[in-house]
């Protein structure tokens, strides 16, 4: 007997993101089949309905004065064709903030608290194959939920798939590679398979084929299917690769691994992973990446995508990862919450290790709302989850299971870590757990520390060296570091400590901090004295939306009197700013992480009405020296390491007298102001290797626009991001501008977003028009779907010459 004509087509898997209907409303009716939505906006999802603002004091500047709270739905009218009766319908959310509820024709289906983290549900028993189905979803975040801004809404992709009773299981596939060598390379495939079928054939075979990145077959097996003990089995399978092509920074190879269920031939099910062949180790060495040891340069990166906010874009998060590398990082630390899909495709894609956080916080809570709520119901659920969603990819280095969590100084602690780190181990025995502790004496002292296979030490960068001498067992981490806050483009003269300005900016000379941070200085040195220590996550990559530090009230790490410092709405920490312009800061960490020479300077050469009359010139280089030179007179050469910059610094872990450090990283010039240009020339071993020259800009004259991609798909998701400048009459950047500009788009694209980098601009992220913030601001337009043509951007500002560029469609 043939058991194939029991089961229908093998498995298929769509988008399910468009033809929704949103209403920002708390009525509980909305589920119900006929409710009337016929006045319900249309959109596609991802969607943050937060990040349409608008702006308002009472909304809490902690999670970015938006409107991150309160009741929504979404509703989808949509029909399963008959054909596929007899098959299991699920829906696949990648993501939905947060406290979701969903229901199918009336009834409830499931619930899902936490954001972060995908969920499948199997909605065939409420499913009407004779007319249209109505699916709810009823999205309810409560106000400080989180210590910043998390967006709210159906976030994420939403997938429909079709699949037989007999089928592979969601996330069903763990690929491990126990040995690799330069001549071959062992890969284990666990697959498990499930079915719920009433009669199958003993006929049934898996069969499992290993492909290249180029689509070259480099490994086939097959194992007989056998349902007769259970209706849920694992199959393990082992195949020997030769040659293999090792992931790694510069070479991220990618294998796929398609497997299928068949039935003499006849294919039930096939599902689709992808891995790849690399060692990771650690030890109190250090970091080992396919033998070779290295030091981990990382960021800390929340989720959100700037003005875009939260909703996941494949190309905004490319764009991300992008300038974070050129950067110089190899690492991101995805703090303090499960990345999306698009996150860890990209990074396996790109070479850069992630560590892959779940939790902020446990069973004592940080914010009123937050996920204590929730965690004896479902930690271990969502951590399972994480894990088997995840672990396939191989950018993923280690779990972390908390942050800075309330039970650091708790002496029950211990048995939550211990239950955590033995769910990490049994769901993949392949990685290290991890955890960032803020209070690390405590940590260690309680015990809470003990099960973790590598310690994360959050602002320690002076107990690094007594912590690993007192417990030679503990492999130890800055998993997070810094904390130095600056504005792109604010200099404050005469330089001053932790500078809380009345503009509501921070100096961007890179020594302002919280008291509970310092100087990116501090950390290099600690890393360069202590070879032992595997790395850095630095705070933060990009500015994100909320938490204003230095700003928000008296009491900035709880609830504060917000109103005291509006409309400081988001973060100073990033090397980034929220626009995806780069800070100072950014190039000082390029000198610390890269080879290709460079060079930067700062200030800006604009002081001729300040009345300040020596200005602090600072160099950022990897070159051995830097001369400089002001109106074509050199003020002097000095070496990298030799001619040290004092900077100040007082942070709670600084023990010693003196409140400053002589740091080696940076070169400085005090400089009487003239007008004119500063010129920066790095050279090594005598020879010039890099060179930047900043002008004196005249009065505001001109408009430039540079797209970062001149040609963009028609998906209808796919965007360029255009940097606008606002330049003098001879084309020199303009560093104190902050004319509106706005912007008119003709042909098949929208606007999608504009930002300008400062965080107390209340303009909202939706619209045709921008201020520059000392120069700069950005358009990102978005492609209509299935619309092809030329895209016409106009940029215009009043006293200006504007300018128009275009953009092809492909």
Known sequence: MNFFSVFGQSRERVSFNEDWLFHKTDTLTAFETNFDDASWRKLSVPHDWAIEGPFKPEYNLRTGGLPVFGMAWYRKHFTIDASKKGQIIKLEFDGIMNNSTIFINGKKVYHRPFGYIGFEIDITPYIDFEKKNVIAVQVNPEVLSSRWYAGAGIYRNVWIETKNPLHIKHWGTQITTPTISDDKATIAIETTVENSAKNTSENLIL???????????????????DFKKSKSIKINQKSVISNPKKWDFETPHIYKVVSKILEKDQEIDQYTSSFGIRTISFSRKGFFLNGRKEKIKGVCLHHDLGPLGTAVNYRATERQLQIMKEMGINAIRTSHNPPSPEQLELCDKMGILLQVEAFDGWKIPKTENDYNKYWDEWYETDLRDMIKRDRNHPSVIMWSIGNEVGEQKSKEGHLISKKLVAICHEEDSTRPATAGFNQLTQALTNGLGTPLDIVGANYKPSMYAKVMKENPNIIVYGSETASTVSSRGVYHLPLKKYDKHPSLQVNSYDFNSPPWAYPPDIEFEAQDKNPNVIGEFIWTGFDYLGEPTPYGGKDNLTHGNWLEDWPSRSSYFGAVDLAGFPKDRFYLYQSQWTQKPMIHILPHWNWENSGIKEIPVFCYTNAEEAELFVNGKSLGKKKKGVDKTRIPVDF???????????????????????????????????????????????????????????????????????????????????????????????????????????????????????????????????????????????????????????????
């Not at 290993?210 to 689509?215: L, Q, R, S, V, Y």
Request: hydrophobic share 35%.
């Open 207 to 225: 069969e499992t084929t290993i492909f290249d990145e180029i689509g070259n077959q480099v490994a086939i097996l097959s194992s007989k299917i």
């Open 652 to 810: 709670f872990g600084w023990n010693k007298k003196e409140k400053y450090f002589d740091s080696p990283y940076r070169l400085s010039w005090n400089v009487p102001f003239e007008a004119g240009e500063i010129e920066i020339v790095g050279y090594n071993q005598g020879k010039e290797v890099a060179r930047k020259i900043i002008k004196t800009a005249s009065k505001p004259a001109q408009i430039s626009m540079d797209a970062d991609r001149n040609e963009i798909n028609t998906d209808g998701e796919d965007l360029s991001f255009i940097t606008v400048k606002i330049e003098d009459e001879k084309g020199n950047f303009h560093p104190l501008a902050n004319n509106l500009v706005n912007f008119k788009i003709t042909g098949p694209a929208t606007i999608a977003a504009v930002g300008n980098g400062d965080a107390t601009s209340t303009e909202p992220f939706q619209a045709n028009y921008r201020k520059a913030f000392n120069g700069l601001c950005l358009l990102v337009i978005k492609s209509k779907k299935g619309e092809k043509g030329e895209i016409i951007i106009e940029a215009n500002s009043a006293g200006l010459q504007g300018q128009t560029i275009k953009i092809q469609t492909k």
